[in-house]
């Protein structure tokens, strides 16, 4: 069978011939569902500001309340996380392609966006942990401080607080790092395989 | 735009080039599942697209634009959405083996070259299935953005791996 045979085979066949499709209905599941996503990408970027702004409001209400000044610091470092992520989502969403845009480029921006996702995961120390850790350190340090006189117990407890924020600390970086190699690097190669592809020379086989 | 004359645009286009969209999508996605899922993504772009339809292409160009944008990032399996907007009569997928027996019918034939697309890399699948259409060098390289000297010589090995494979010669 001659490749010409397979196209007119091809061009023959009635491709949409095993769906039932209703236009309205249809119509009608697009137009909600590009609502849904519409709301879904706006309800996620306030429930990250709100989740910032309530984070910063527990530490301020509780350094006010127990006098434990320190706890500014977590607060502070919250509110940098957050102001820090809101930005950067904003960002990226002006940087965005359109479809006017060539493949070429709507490919590129796929892979700018994977990369920078890949970016955010692998510095996650620098701008989602780190500014958490002064605050932390400094008010379980002075809690324990204040608390000398009170015995081991109390000690212990404050040394078991330390322990756990370090090892939550531990393992977000570890499942950040994972899912870089897991998801996002291979991601990142199939687009610039496509890439490539896109651009390779005329005469490549 | 207002919304009356974005609704009547993606009215026609679902009307006359549905089928042109079934066809991507089952030539990049393997299951009903996935096929469903690349569906909603296409016919959601192409809804946020038509705001950038200005008519300087032809329609059909500009919706295996879309189509194949979609296709080519889509990632298999990223959302599974609640309900399906397609309702097969029979099940795309029948479990053959490819290219075991000599086709027998033309719909045979149909899913073979379906199956054997989705086994090309993304880019020669989808100059693949726009020749299978019939589109002309130009507009296929219009579509991806490249070169129509590149999409000849892609044509070339294409047109050789498919008839190899359904003729099951060296």
Redesign the interface.
């Given at each position: 069978?001659?490749?010409d045979d397979?196209?007119s085979?091809?061009?023959?066949?009635?491709?949409?011939v095993?769906?039932?499709?209703d236009?309205n209905d249809?119509?009608n599941?697009?137009?909600q569902?590009?609502r849904v996503?519409e709301r879904q990408l706006l309800c996620r970027d306030l429930s990250e500001i709100l989740a910032a702004l309530l984070i910063t409001f527990f530490f301020a209400t509780i350094a006010v309340l127990t006098g434990q000044w320190t706890l500014l610091l977590c607060a502070a470092g919250s509110l940098f996380v957050g102001l820090f992520f809101i930005t950067d989502r904003l960002k990226q969403r002006r940087r965005r392609s359109?479809?006017?845009d060539?493949?070429?480029?709507?490919?590129d921006a796929?892979i700018e966006e994977v990369k920078h996702q890949i970016w955010l995961l692998r510095n996650i120390m620098w701008w989602y942990l780190l500014p958490l850790v002064p605050g932390i350190v400094l008010f379980l340090g002075s809690s324990s401080w204040q608390s000398r006189a009170n015995g081991f117990a109390e000690q212990f407890v404050i040394a078991a607080v330390g322990v756990i924020c370090a090892v939550a600390f531990w393992l977000v970086y570890k499942i950040n790092h994972r899912e870089i190699k897991k998801t996002l690097d291979p991601?990142r190669q199939e687009?610039e395989?496509?890439r490539s592809?896109?651009?390779?020379?005329?005469?490549?086989? | 735009m207002t919304a009356d004359e974005q609704e009547a645009i993606f009215q026609r286009w679902i009307a006359n080039h549905l089928g042109l969209m079934i066809k991507v999508v089952r030539s990049f996605a393997p299951v009903m599942t996935d096929q469903d899922d690349l569906l909603q993504d296409v016919l959601i772009n192409l809804w946020s697209s038509i705001a950038n339809f200005h008519g300087n292409s032809k329609e059909t160009t500009w919706i295996y634009r879309v189509s194949l944008q979609t296709a080519l990032v889509w990632k298999r399996g990223e959302r599974r959405r609640n309900k399906q907007l397609l309702n097969y009569m029979n099940h795309i997928e029948k479990n053959t083996t490819l290219f075991d027996d000599a086709p027998t019918r033309d719909e045979d034939v149909v899913e073979q070259l379906y199956a054997a697309i989705r086994q090309l890399p993304k880019l020669e699948a989808s100059i693949a299935l726009m020749h299978l259409d019939g589109l002309s060098y130009r507009d296929i390289a219009d579509v991806l953005g490249i070169t129509e000297n590149l999409v000849g010589v892609k044509l070339t090995r294409i047109r050789k791996e498919l008839s190899k494979r359904f003729n099951g010669s060296n």
């Open positions: 069978m001659t490749f397979l196209q085979k091809w061009q023959s066949h009635n491709h949409d095993t769906l039932i499709v236009t249809l119509m599941e697009v137009r569902k590009h996503f359109s479809f006017a060539s493949l070429p480029r709507s490919v796929a991601r687009l395989a496509l592809a896109l651009t390779s020379s005329d005469t490549d086989s | -």
